[in-house]
């Protein structure tokens, strides 16, 4: 298992965390939303899925990954 940390910005409510945390969960990776410090942990397999899928699957959900 890998674990990164990255910077999300524009994620402010209880809906914000259950969009990411669900659209990451749905690619077979877990994601921890930490508001306050506007960061997503993720633990994914590097075999099954890639960061740069993570990050775009968060873009997605309307979130800027800087």
């Known amino acids: 298992m890998?674990?990164?940390t990255l910077n999300v910005q524009?994620?402010?409510c209880g809906h914000c965390?259950?969009?990411v945390?669900?659209?990451v969960k749905n690619l077979g990776a877990e994601a921890k939303v930490?508001?306050?410090n506007h960061?997503?942990?993720v633990?994914?397999?590097e075999s099954k899925v890639s960061l740069d899928v993570i990050k775009e699957t968060i873009e997605e959900q309307g979130?800027?990954?800087v």
Do not use: I, K, R
């Open 2 to 4: 890998t674990t990164a």
């Open 63 to 65: 979130y800027d990954v």
């Open 21 to 23: 945390e669900t659209a």
């Open 43 to 45: 633990d994914f397999d």
């Open 34 to 36: 930490d508001l306050a």
């Open 10 to 12: 524009g994620m402010s």
């Open 17 to 19: 965390v259950n969009s």
């Open 39 to 41: 960061s997503v942990t």
